[in-house]
């Protein structure tokens, strides 16, 4: 269980043999170079970029967009999960529009949202909260479903208000499963934005990249992609931290949900 | 697990016949999984030695089987119950041909006739544990050790599993050695018990049972002696506990 | 439970009526929002004209390689990593640097290099699934209960049967988990691919018909796209059932 956590010498070598190959190998073509640059260059690439301040906007774009999305889906979807999952007759009513709403991939709301909303930011918000919405409402309505009968029983013999119960135990009791749900929607609210700004953009991390790609600056490319995995781990790493603060009861029950 | 280093076993020095049914009883968390477990050879202990008809146990040695309590995870959930009985003697490396009747007769021999096909997580925990005794069984052990086999069953299933074990004990005349913490199994089902002190776990007694067998649930264990030697067990054990 | 399957029919009938009585009455721009019957006939049309199959198809066939691709690399890879952690522990860092990039991203580099062709697509998709395959298998294998293990050792099995007979079979359950996780990912991947860079496949056919003005046919290749992943999900299940009836079973008792 507890494995000391002593630095990990092998994996950061292999990992290094790994860039040295891929410097090496780089250099000794020509062609791959266009596709794949050493890594030197994408590192003087990436620092020149941020000196320069020209991937601030993009970086801050997506960012905002990124939290806007994201944050909206939580709200909207903890509600809305909630109610299904605390009144049988509203999730009776809604339980086939879910199923048959949740495996079409989310992504092919785009082309509709540029019909409805144009191209622009609320476009790309509106994708990103419909996208990370469903995991969210779902595993919501899984975790107060599963809520003992008698969790709520002991707190009505306590005498407590709806709206304590609500607070103090429905929403607590639920909360390893909505931790799961808000941590699949992390992701998947990345690939939203990413994927929006790449379709239909003229700002922001996935526009850069693409837009990199077709005028053929790859080492600019590699750097944007070097940046989006940055946010991304940062954005994990703060979702990790500020879950252990707030769910110190129920430490290492993480599974992992893949992506 | 912690970094510290607890001696689980002190000295112990005993020795077991064959064919015999040897129980050690003790305190909770004396040391007797750890003791069992070096028997069987999954684990090394520090120092001694441990010898299985005469030869060093260093791994698990060929004529000796383990049958832990907790069944439900020590059955292969994706066999069936004459599968999980089959692997016992595929791994004493029988041929496929002349095994499945003989899986068949093992798992009709603990009563589990019928059962054959089902999957060991669709039957009850008394059933499940008579599953891994006939895998045990099949593996044809010189020694079988049972690590609290019936500790998480009710006391009823309990009583019907320990007259099960004692029929094939005495049908097909293995070693077994035996751990529990309840004192009257011990003395209903041994030929010999040691009595374990608290860690560092050491024998402080050795009491031979010698009810006549077969055994009886009503009539062995109304015996006035069965309350002596329960008591005596008793006192030694709960003057351990609270030294 | 059957009851609550017709309320849930009623209201999704009922949504469906408000829906095609707003864009009859023209309560809502019925060129952005048509009727949901023009949509169906739209659908049925293209269905049977054969063009959405022949979508389908493209967007399946490479969903397909790339699937069976990082299951074939990964699922090994997963396994030798949850047995040996001398292996585990050397790639660890790299894929730890690799896992946090969000697959999307991948498709100019992979654009880049393979240009539109399907092979691009079947990279990023084959990437997208890398991380879940992988570090479920590495779990599954490293989460076995020792309980089984020392059951396995007890028996004097050699090292090779206890991996093909006991690890395998008592991983096999998170490996399917796996492949689970991943199947909405492929698909997410596939259209997205198809979207940013590909003449055919169902995710272009959406975003050019959006792009042409064709709302109707937008909708209809979404309907599709919802039966599609509704459909995998169902073969998805079958398959499970047929290849781990244990575990499958063994699931719907606990339920």
Same mark, same amino acid.
């Given at each position: 269980?507890? $494995?000391?956590?002593?630095?990990?010498?092998?994996?950061?070598?292999?990992?290094?043999?790994?860039?040295?190959?891929? $410097?090496?190998?780089?250099?000794?073509?020509?062609?791959?170079?266009?596709?794949?640059?050493?890594?030197?260059?994408?590192?003087?690439?990436?620092?020149?970029?941020?000196?320069?301040?020209?991937?601030?906007?993009?970086?801050?774009?997506?960012?905002?967009?990124?939290? $806007?999305?994201?944050?909206?889906?939580?709200?909207?979807?903890?509600?809305?999960?909630?109610?299904?999952?605390?009144?049988?007759?509203?999730?009776?009513?809604?339980?086939?529009?879910?199923?048959?709403?949740?495996?079409?991939?989310?992504?092919?709301?785009?082309?509709?949202?540029?019909?409805?909303? %144009?191209?622009?930011?609320?476009?790309?918000?509106?994708?990103?909260?419909?996208?990370?919405?469903?995991?969210?409402?779902?595993?919501?309505?899984?975790?107060?479903?599963?809520? $003992?009968?008698?969790?709520?029983?002991?707190?009505?013999?306590?005498?407590?208000?709806?709206?304590?119960?609500?607070?103090?135990?429905?929403?607590?009791?639920?909360?390893?499963?909505?931790?799961?749900?808000?941590?699949?929607?992390?992701?998947?609210?990345?690939?939203?934005?990413?994927?929006?700004?790449?379709?239909? %953009?003229?700002?922001?991390?996935?526009?850069?990249?693409?837009?990199?790609?077709?005028?053929?600056?790859?080492?600019?490319?590699?750097?944007?992609?070097?940046?989006?995995?940055?946010?991304?781990?940062?954005?994990?790493?703060?979702?990790?931290?500020?879950?252990?603060?707030?769910?110190?009861?129920?430490?290492?029950?993480?599974?992992?949900?893949?992506? | 697990?912690?970094?510290?280093?607890?001696?689980?076993? #002190?000295?112990?020095?005993?020795?077991?016949?064959?064919?015999?049914?040897?129980?050690?009883?003790?305190?909770? #968390?004396?040391?007797?999984?750890?003791?069992?477990?070096?028997?069987?050879?999954?684990?090394?202990?520090?120092?001694?030695?441990?010898?299985?008809?005469?030869?060093?146990?260093?791994?698990?040695?060929?004529?000796?089987?383990?049958?832990?309590?907790?069944?439900?995870?020590?059955?292969?959930?994706?066999?069936?119950?004459?599968?999980?009985?089959?692997?016992?003697?595929?791994?004493?490396?029988?041929?496929?041909?002349?095994?499945?009747?003989?899986?068949?007769?093992?798992?009709?021999?603990?009563?589990?006739?019928?059962?054959?096909?089902? +999957?060991?997580?669709?039957?009850?925990?008394?059933?499940?544990?008579?599953?891994?005794?006939?895998?045990?069984?099949? +593996?044809?052990?010189?020694?079988?050790?049972?690590?609290?086999?019936?500790?998480?069953?009710?006391?009823?299933?309990?009583?019907?599993?320990?007259?099960?074990?004692?029929?094939?004990?005495?049908?097909?005349?293995?070693?077994?050695?035996?751990?529990?913490?309840?004192?009257?199994?011990?003395? +209903?089902?041994?030929?010999?018990?040691?009595?374990?002190?608290?860690?560092?776990?050491?024998?402080?007694?050795?009491?031979?049972?010698?009810?006549?067998?077969?055994?009886?649930?009503?009539?062995?264990?109304?015996? #006035?002696?069965?309350?002596?030697?329960?008591?005596?067990? +008793?006192?030694?054990?709960?003057?351990?506990?609270?030294? | 439970?059957?009851?609550?399957?017709?309320?849930?029919?009623?209201?999704?009938?009922?949504?469906?009526?408000?829906?095609?009585?707003?864009?009859?009455?023209?309560?809502?721009?019925?060129?952005?929002?048509?009727?949901?019957?023009?949509?169906?006939?739209?659908?049925?049309?293209?269905?049977?004209?054969?063009?959405?199959?022949?979508?389908?198809?493209?967007?399946?066939?490479?969903?397909?390689?790339?699937?069976?691709?990082?299951?074939?690399?990964?699922?090994?890879?997963?396994?030798?990593?949850?047995?040996?952690?001398?292996?585990?522990?050397?790639?660890?860092?790299?894929?730890?640097?690799?896992?946090?990039?969000?697959?999307?991203?991948?498709?100019?580099?992979?654009?880049?290099?393979?240009?539109?062709?399907?092979?691009?697509?079947?990279?990023?998709?084959?990437?997208?699934?890398?991380?879940?395959?992988?570090?479920?298998?590495?779990?599954?294998?490293?989460?076995?209960?020792?309980?089984?293990?020392?059951?396995?050792?007890?028996?004097?099995?050699?090292?090779?049967?206890?991996?093909?007979?006991?690890?395998?079979?008592?991983?096999?359950?998170?490996?399917?988990?796996?492949?689970?996780?991943?199947?909405?990912?492929?698909?997410?991947?596939?259209?997205?691919?198809?979207?940013?860079?590909?003449?055919?496949?169902?995710?272009?056919?959406?975003?050019?018909?959006?792009?042409?003005?064709?709302?109707?046919?937008?909708?209809?290749?979404?309907?599709?796209?919802?039966?599609?992943?509704?459909?995998?999900?169902?073969?998805?299940?079958?398959?499970?059932?047929?290849?781990?009836?244990?575990?499958?079973?063994?699931?719907?008792?606990?339920?």
């Amino acid at each position: 269980m507890n $494995e000391p956590s002593k630095f990990n010498w092998t994996g950061w070598l292999v990992f290094g043999l790994f860039l040295l190959l891929w $410097e090496c190998g780089s250099r000794a073509s020509p062609k791959l170079q266009l596709y794949i640059p050493p890594v030197s260059q994408i590192v003087v690439a990436l620092s020149h970029l941020i000196v320069s301040g020209q991937v601030t906007t993009h970086l801050l774009t997506t960012m905002r967009r990124f939290l $806007e999305g994201y944050l909206l889906a939580a709200a909207i979807a903890v509600t809305v999960g909630v109610a299904l999952g605390y009144f049988r007759f509203a999730h009776s009513l809604t339980e086939m529009l879910i199923e048959f709403l949740r495996p079409m991939p989310s992504v092919a709301i785009i082309p509709v949202a540029i019909l409805l909303l %144009g191209i622009g930011d609320g476009m790309i918000v509106a994708v990103t909260v419909y996208a990370s919405t469903w995991p969210i409402l779902v595993n919501t309505i899984d975790g107060v479903r599963h809520i $003992e009968r008698t969790l709520i029983d002991t707190g009505r013999t306590f005498g407590l208000a709806r709206r304590r119960i609500l607070w103090q135990i429905v929403l607590p009791a639920a909360s390893p499963y909505i931790v799961t749900g808000l941590r699949v929607s992390l992701s998947i609210a990345l690939i939203l934005v990413t994927t929006a700004e790449m379709i239909a %953009g003229n700002k922001g991390l996935g526009f850069f990249i693409l837009d990199e790609e077709r005028s053929l600056q790859s080492s600019n490319m590699y750097a944007g992609i070097i940046l989006v995995a940055a946010l991304g781990y940062v954005l994990n790493r703060l979702f990790v931290v500020l879950q252990e603060k707030a769910m110190k009861w129920r430490r290492g029950m993480v599974a992992r949900e893949g992506l | 697990m912690g970094g510290e280093t607890t001696v689980a076993i #002190g000295n112990i020095s005993c020795q077991v016949d064959a064919g015999e049914f040897v129980s050690f009883v003790g305190p909770s #968390g004396c040391g007797k999984t750890t003791l069992l477990m070096s028997i069987a050879g999954l684990i090394a202990p520090t120092a001694g030695k441990i010898l299985v008809k005469g030869r060093a146990v260093n791994g698990p040695p060929p004529n000796l089987v383990l049958v832990f309590q907790e069944f439900n995870k020590s059955l292969f959930a994706w066999r069936s119950v004459l599968g999980n009985v089959l692997f016992g003697l595929d791994a004493r490396g029988k041929k496929v041909r002349e095994s499945e009747g003989k899986a068949k007769a093992l798992i009709e021999l603990v009563g589990l006739k019928g059962f054959e096909s089902h +999957y060991p997580w669709e039957l009850s925990g008394g059933m499940q544990q008579r599953v891994a005794i006939a895998r045990a069984l099949a +593996y044809e052990p010189e020694v079988l050790l049972m690590d609290e086999p019936f500790g998480s069953l009710d006391a009823l299933t309990r009583l019907e599993l320990e007259d099960t074990l004692l029929r094939l004990w005495e049908e097909l005349a293995t070693t077994i050695l035996f751990i529990t913490h309840d004192i009257e199994e011990a003395i +209903y089902l041994s030929d010999r018990i040691w009595v374990l002190s608290r860690r560092p776990s050491e024998i402080i007694e050795e009491l031979w049972i010698d009810f006549p067998r077969p055994r009886h649930q009503v009539t062995t264990r109304a015996e #006035g002696r069965f309350m002596e030697i329960r008591n005596q067990i +008793y006192k030694q054990i709960s003057n351990e506990n609270t030294a | 439970m059957r009851e609550s399957k017709l309320n849930g029919m009623f209201f999704l009938l009922a949504l469906l009526l408000v829906w095609e009585l707003a864009a009859r009455a023209e309560w809502v721009n019925p060129l952005i929002v048509p009727a949901v019957s023009k949509i169906v006939g739209t659908f049925s049309e293209l269905l049977w004209s054969g063009q959405i199959p022949l979508q389908i198809l493209a967007s399946l066939k490479r969903a397909a390689v790339g699937y069976a691709l990082a299951a074939a690399v990964f699922i090994p890879l997963g396994i030798f990593m949850g047995l040996f952690d001398n292996i585990r522990r050397a790639l660890e860092v790299t894929v730890e640097m690799l896992r946090p990039i969000p697959p999307p991203v991948v498709i100019p580099a992979a654009m880049l290099f393979f240009g539109l062709e399907d092979e691009m697509k079947i990279f990023v998709i084959f990437f997208s699934c890398a991380w879940p395959i992988l570090l479920n298998t590495l779990d599954g294998v490293k989460n076995i209960d020792r309980v089984l293990l020392h059951t396995a050792s007890t028996f004097g099995l050699p090292q090779r049967k206890i991996i093909w007979q006991v690890i395998l079979p008592a991983s096999s359950p998170q490996i399917m988990t796996g492949l689970r996780v991943s199947l909405p990912i492929v698909l997410i991947l596939v259209v997205i691919s198809e979207m940013v860079g590909s003449t055919d496949g169902i995710g272009y056919f959406i975003l050019d018909a959006q792009r042409r003005f064709r709302v109707a046919q937008m909708y209809a290749g979404m309907l599709a796209l919802a039966i599609l992943g509704y459909v995998l999900n169902q073969l998805f299940n079958l398959a499970h059932r047929s290849l781990l009836p244990w575990h499958w079973g063994m699931t719907k008792r606990m339920e």
